[in-house]
């Protein structure tokens, strides 16, 4: 079966300082995995995902994850936080299988940007 | 663009009594879903529909009931509201229950039973 574990529920930087998101995942086929964001009071978008084109992904924002399968992760990062980069990130992995849907998300990690 | 549009989007409810959280999305997605999100627990799935007339349940479908009504809408039906229901709900659709598709979201019904 699948999960995913985000490390660190809150994670605080500077402005200007770099954005990593841990995520790490267990499956047993090869999944697909995705981040979403949350801003306040909204409901959640899709920042990148990763279906196995390419072990480096590029999102909306600045964004990009790294696949690694030995390592079983895919962390976020961001070179240059930004104010408005404040929010909750969700980190999801998501199997295909003869019963159809299945995507787990993680509890996510709520990010603080400091002026 | 609207999307996935979910109604109320606040609510209070006493134990005991009955409410409907309406959903419809005009992405023409075949699949629909029910989350709902409490803190420090991600979100997790109450029902889905992977297609128009099917539902099923997901990770925690007790005192839940959803209705897909046609290919828009799928509503999701306290009977009888319990404190423990106090959540945000989202509802959230894509083009099949497929793994490689991406979700979309509604913007939330936050629920308070008192």
């Known amino acids: 079966a699948q999960s995913v574990t985000q490390l660190g529920s809150h994670v605080s930087v500077s402005e200007g300082a770099l954005v990593l998101l841990r995520c790490n995942y267990s499956s047993s086929v090869p999944p697909y995995l995705f981040w979403y964001v949350q801003y306040p009071n909204q409901g959640l978008q899709l920042l990148l995902k990763?279906?196995?084109?390419?072990?480096l992904v590029k999102g909306i924002n600045g964004f990009e994850a790294e696949f690694k399968k030995s390592e079983t992760s895919f962390h976020l990062t961001k070179p240059s936080a930004h104010m408005r980069d404040a929010a909750e990130y969700f980190c999801?992995?998501?199997?295909?299988?003869?019963?159809?849907?299945?995507?787990?998300f993680g509890a996510g990690t709520r990010l603080f940007v400091k002026a | 663009n609207a999307g996935v549009t979910q109604t109320p989007k606040f609510q209070v409810l006493k134990t005991g009594q009955s409410m409907t959280l309406q959903c419809a999305q005009d992405?023409?997605?075949?699949?629909m879903y029910w989350y709902r999100q409490d803190p420090g627990m991600g979100l997790r799935l109450i029902y889905y529909s992977a297609s128009e007339g099917t539902t099923d349940k997901g990770e925690v479908p007790n005192g839940y009931n959803v209705s897909r009504l046609n290919k828009r809408e799928f509503s999701l039906r306290l009977e009888s509201a319990a404190p423990s229901q106090t959540s945000v709900y989202f509802c959230a659709s894509n083009l099949r229950s497929h793994s490689g598709n991406t979700i979309y979201f509604g913007e939330g019904s936050w629920l308070t039973v008192v």
């Open positions: 990763y279906t196995s084109a390419a072990t």
């Open positions: 992405m023409n997605h075949n699949s």
């Open positions: 999801a992995v998501s199997v295909g299988d003869t019963g159809g849907f299945k995507t787990i």
